[in-house]
């Protein structure tokens, strides 16, 4: 109950960093996913405010115009800043000529660019709220509309202590330019006490026309100043200063002065930048450091979605060329004679009764001049025991003792066998006739102490069982491949290994101090100086887990064993005559074992934030190489291993739902062993449904 209660907390911990980090993303993703490119509508003629000023005002039950009274005045008003590069290169021109202006500023860009406001504020410029990302306010519903006010309100009081009255709506331009609906909407938001401020000359700087093109649109044609729309962000803004060093000495030249937009209209300063109160500041720091987190947590996450990438990418191709390198050894070397050592077969087994028949039967008929089998019944309550002794095979025996657990089993079974060379088999595994011959080969070399064969999924019919196939092909064989060339094998599964006695007695035998004995001894092995290979052609068919439930137990407690694996033998990192294992075998097990499949989630994670907030195209793109890439390295290990590719139909939909399972196993037992809980053997339920498949 309390370790059930342990993993509740630990589960619910992770939900809440979980939440915490989509909130953070959510928000870093709304702050910026309607954020457009600098752009006015056409003007017209017959638009509802095609006769209105340029400052717009509720009156009554209707949007009005501030009367401005003809006068050779310009106000001078940029949109879509603050931009680190532009803003300041603009407003430094305008102190040049001594120009007041108004900047109209996204929200959004404040937060990410306060340094850049409090400036322009300590220089004079008046300031005004151009929404919080840049969105037609047309298109929203209300609440949106006045979120989009309100966040950028609480920006500029956070950053420069204010909020302003003056609103100019993204994608505005001169009165004219104003349709039915976006006058309704306009309406609407000058009903909350705000002036909308559109423009009398729009200079289409975004455009990039040329200087004197903006120039030109920037110029009355009379003697009648007004608003002059131009940008400071937005994108390169280079001819906007150029335009700027002839328009203001040409306007000054015809005698034309130049105000604010508040001035221009007639509004006292202090009553179009209203000062916050402490609240209002603290709210708007708390909006600013909060935004400022989320962009920092996306920054981070992205940095690491690169390093993600580069791992996935650095193993697919150390894989495929390893791969190749094997296959080139394996197959170059001559024939030689064929070695037939006596071997015994040891076979732990607790609770088999599922299969125990049918894996001593297919060990028993092993086409093999000299061996034994024998079966260790570590405190069996199902008949295992007796289920062997009925069989009656002449040279298979049965050993029983109370239940110690697994590796007792194997060293009571090392210490009854007569010879040289041990199998050890797992009680669900199934023989190929020529197994047994292709796993003893390599000891004709005396620098093998041990031997990995071919894992096989038996049970491969049901889409789980395909993933676990695929798993095991892909994966666990190619890794092999690469530990064989490199001479660093961390891992000689349970199901099918072969070792000399005389290095299992280097070693002490079987350690019980991990879950993931298999591993523990192999590491063990190579640290003692003995080689551990790979023969691909001994094939043994084991019963993969059938259920999502028995596949975690399963994969939790080899991760969490590998895990213990790796602390016990960390000191190969540094030792001498140790480097194969500690400066190969060990660093690729954390990287690609620990390491990728940790940070994995962020490509998942980052693929739903690029669709809801980026470029879906360019996330389906990167999924789709991601994929490929996948489906190539599989149809290779597929035909190594002689194999149907076929089946890698499945594999999309094993990126999608299996591999997340696998990440949550590794997430689980770092948790796990960060906390220094001590998990127990637990074997898996079996079912016995082993289809052997012969090549």
């Given at each position: 109950m309390r370790a059930s209660r342990r993993a509740t907390s630990r589960w619910a911990l992770l939900a809440l960093l979980l939440l915490a980090l989509v909130v953070l993303l959510g928000v870093q993703g709304l702050s910026t996913r309607t954020t457009g490119r600098s752009a006015t509508p056409f003007p017209g003629s017959r638009g509802p405010l095609a006769s209105a000023g340029p400052v717009l005002t509720w009156k009554g039950q209707a949007l009005v115009s501030r009367e401005i009274s003809p006068t050779k005045e310009i106000a001078l008003s940029f949109d879509d800043g603050p931009d680190p590069r532009w803003t300041p290169r603009i407003a430094a021109t305008l102190r040049r000529f001594h120009v007041p202006a108004t900047f109209f500023v996204v929200g959004s860009e404040v937060v990410r660019h306060p340094g850049v406001v409090r400036k322009l504020h300590r220089q004079g410029f008046e300031l005004g709220n151009h929404t919080f990302t840049h969105t037609e306010l047309s298109a929203l519903p209300g609440w949106e509309r006045r979120l989009q006010i309100g966040l950028t309100?609480?920006?500029?009081?956070?950053?420069?202590?204010?909020?302003?009255?003056?609103?100019?709506?993204?994608?505005?331009?001169?009165?004219?330019?104003?349709?039915?609906?976006?006058?309704?909407?306009?309406?609407?938001?000058?009903?909350d006490g705000y002036d909308i401020t559109l423009a009398d000359f729009d200079g289409e700087d975004w455009r990039r026309p040329g200087v004197g093109a903006i120039v030109a649109a920037a110029t009355p044609q009379g003697s009648t100043g007004g608003i002059v729309l131009l940008h400071d962000g937005g994108g390169d803004r280079s001819q906007t200063v150029g335009a700027l060093e002839r328009l203001i000495p040409e306007l000054r030249a015809r005698g034309f002065r130049f105000v604010t937009v508040s001035e221009?209209?007639?509004?006292?300063?202090?009553?179009?930048?209203?000062s916050e109160g402490r609240w209002g500041r603290a709210r708007g720091r708390v909006l600013i450091g909060t935004l400022a987190v989320a962009r920092w947590t996306t920054a981070g996450l992205g940095f690491l979605l690169v390093a993600v990438a580069m791992l996935f990418v650095a193993r697919v191709f150390l894989l495929f060329g390893f791969a190749r390198r094997h296959v080139r050894t394996v197959r170059g070397r001559p024939p030689e004679d064929e070695l037939s050592p006596a071997v015994s077969i040891v076979v732990p087994a607790f609770n088999e009764a599922v299969g125990i028949?049918?894996?001593?039967?297919?060990?028993?008929?092993?086409?093999?001049?000299?061996?034994?089998?024998?079966?260790?019944?570590?405190g069996s309550t199902d008949g295992t025991g007796y289920l062997v002794d009925n069989l009656e095979l002449p040279n298979v025996s049965v050993v029983r003792q109370p239940n110690s657990g697994k590796p007792a089993a194997l060293n009571r079974g090392i210490e009854e066998s007569r010879h040289d060379i041990v199998v050890m088999v797992d009680a669900d595994t199934v023989f190929e006739p020529t197994t047994l011959r292709h796993l003893v080969q390599p000891f004709r070399s005396a620098e093998v102490g041990a031997v990995s064969g071919n894992t096989k999924v038996g049970n491969r019919r049901r889409l789980l069982g395909r993933w676990q196939h695929i798993e095991y092909v892909m994966g666990f064989n190619l890794d092999r491949r690469l530990f064989d060339v490199l001479r660093c094998m961390p891992t000689v599964p349970g199901a099918v290994g072969a070792f000399r006695r005389r290095a299992l007695t280097d070693v002490g035998g079987v350690s019980g101090a991990t879950l993931a004995e298999d591993t523990d001894l192999?590491?063990?092995?190579?640290?003692?100086?003995?080689?551990?290979v790979y023969a691909e052609d001994a094939r043994a068919w084991t019963e993969a887990p059938a259920t999502l439930r028995l596949l975690w137990r399963q994969?939790?407690?080899?991760?969490?064993?590998?895990?213990?694996?790796?602390?016990?033998?960390?000191?190969?990192?540094?030792?001498p005559g140790e480097g194969r294992i500690g400066r190969r075998g060990l660093p690729y097990l954390v990287l690609f074992q620990i390491a990728l499949p940790l940070l994995a989630p962020l490509i998942d994670l980052f693929s739903l934030y690029g669709l809801l907030f980026l470029n879906p195209v360019g996330v389906a793109e990167f999924w789709a190489v991601f994929t490929s890439l996948q489906l190539l390295l599989g149809w290779y290990a597929f035909r190594l291993d002689r194999e149907s590719p076929w089946v890698l139909w499945a594999m999309p939909l094993q990126q999608l739902v299996y591999r997340q399972l696998m990440y949550l196993v590794v997430v689980e037992s770092v948790l796990t062993a960060l906390r220094g809980t001590r998990l127990h053997w637990r074997p898996i339920a079996r079912s016995g449904e082993i289809e052997v498949r012969p090549s």
């Open positions: 309100e609480n920006a500029l009081a956070g950053t420069v202590g204010l909020r302003s009255r003056l609103v100019r709506p993204p994608y505005s331009s001169v009165p004219s330019a104003v349709t039915p609906r976006q006058a309704n909407a306009l309406g609407q938001i000058a009903q221009l209209a007639g509004l006292p300063r202090n009553e179009v930048e209203l028949e049918r894996a001593v039967r297919s060990l028993a008929a092993s086409d093999y001049p000299d061996f034994e089998v024998v079966v260790v019944d570590d192999t590491l063990s092995i190579g640290r003692a100086g003995w080689r551990v994969r939790y407690r080899w991760c969490y064993g590998t895990l213990q694996a790796v602390w016990k033998h960390r000191a190969a990192l540094w030792r």
